[in-house]
C-alpha cells in the first residue's frame, strides 16, 4: 500500500477531531497531511502519528497534490470546495448531507454497499449517522431473508447536533442542578425560531420540518435507506418511515426498529445472522439484562444489537433495539473505513 496525500476538511470539529483519531489508528500510509478548518480555526494544533500539525484557514487552492480528502465541515462548505478538491485530482469523502442524493454519489456503508465504490466520480457520501447504524443492523437480514418494511424511532445523542449542542447539554444540565433557568439557543435546529432545553427532556424534531410535517432527518433515513439497499431513493417496494427524537445523552445514538422479512425465520436464525455480520456486536441476553447501551458504545466502531424478538401478532416481523457510537461509526470511522476500503480495491492513489 502506497502512501497518500491526505486532507482533513473541518480538522477542529467533533466529527473531524475523531476523523483525525481514525486515520491515526488506520493502516493506511500518509505522506502529507493537511488539517484545514475555518479561518477561526486557523492556527491551532493537532498532533498525529507522534508529528504536530497546524490547522490551516480552507481555501480552494487548499487540495493542490492531495488525494483523499475527509470533509466534515458543513454542507455549505463542501459544495463550495470539495469541486476544487475534485478538480485537483482528490477522491473526497464527505460526511455532510450535500451530496447524497445526488444520484451521481454513491452513498456508502462498507459493511452494505462497498461495490457502490466503484461508480464515484470523485465526490463519496457518508450516509446519515441514524442511518448507518441501523442498515449494518438491517443489511444482513435483507440479503438473507429479504426486507418489506422498517419502521424506526430514533434516540439521538446531542452530539449529532455538533459540539455546541454537546457543550449546551453539559451546561443545561450543571444549570438545572444548580435550581437555575435552563438556557436554549441551539435545538432542535440553530436556525430556527424557538430553542428548547434538552436536558431533562426529549425533543420530538431533528433538523426542519418538511411540509408533510416529517422532519427532514426523518425524511434522511426514509430515502437515504432505499439508495443504499436499493439503490433508488423512491423506490416503492421497501416501505420505510421514521420518528427522530433527539435526546439528552452526549454520545450514541439509540433506535427502536420494527422491520418486517419476506421470510420466517426465528430468532435464534437472526440472532446467527447477526453474530456472523460485519460489523454488528450481538449484546442479548435478557436473563443477565445485557443489551446495548449508549454509555457502553461511546468510543467503538461496531453497531451493537439486542432485544431481538418476534412479533407474535404478524408472523415474519421483528422488533429489535440498536446502538452505535454516532461520532464514530456514524462519521469518522464510516469515512476512514470507505478510505481503507477504496485502497483495498485499489481505486484510490
Known sequence: MSAINVAILGATGAVGTRMIE?????????NQLKLLASPRSAGKTKSFRGTTYTVEAATPESFVDIDLVLSS???????KLLPFAVKAGAICIDNTSAF????KVPLVIPEVNPNDLDWHQGIIANPNCSTIQMLVALAP???????RQIVVSTYQAASG????????LLDQAQQHLNGNPETASILPVSGAPKHYPLAFNLLPQIDVFEDDGYTHEEWKMIHESKKILR????NPDL???ATCVRVPVPVGHG????FKLNQNPTVTDLKKTLEAAAGVTLQDDPANQLYPQPITAEGQRDTFVGRIRPDYENPGSYNFWVVSDNLLKGAAWNAVQIAETLLQRNLLG
Not at 24 to 29: D, G, H, P, V
Not at 141 to 147: T, V
Not at 161 to 168: I, P
Open 141 to 147: 437480514l435483507d440479503q438473507k431473508y429479504g426486507l
Open 100 to 103: 447524497r442524493m445526488d444520484p
Open 231 to 234: 439503490h433508488d431513493m423512491d
Open 255 to 258: 433506535e427502536s426498529i420494527y
Open 73 to 79: 465541515a458543513g454542507g455549505a462548505v463542501s459544495k
Open 22 to 30: 481514525q486515520l491515526e489508528q488506520s493502516e493506511i500510509k500518509i
Open 239 to 241: 416501505k420505510v418511515t
Open 161 to 168: 447536533a455538533g459540539q455546541s449542542a454537546w457543550n449546551e
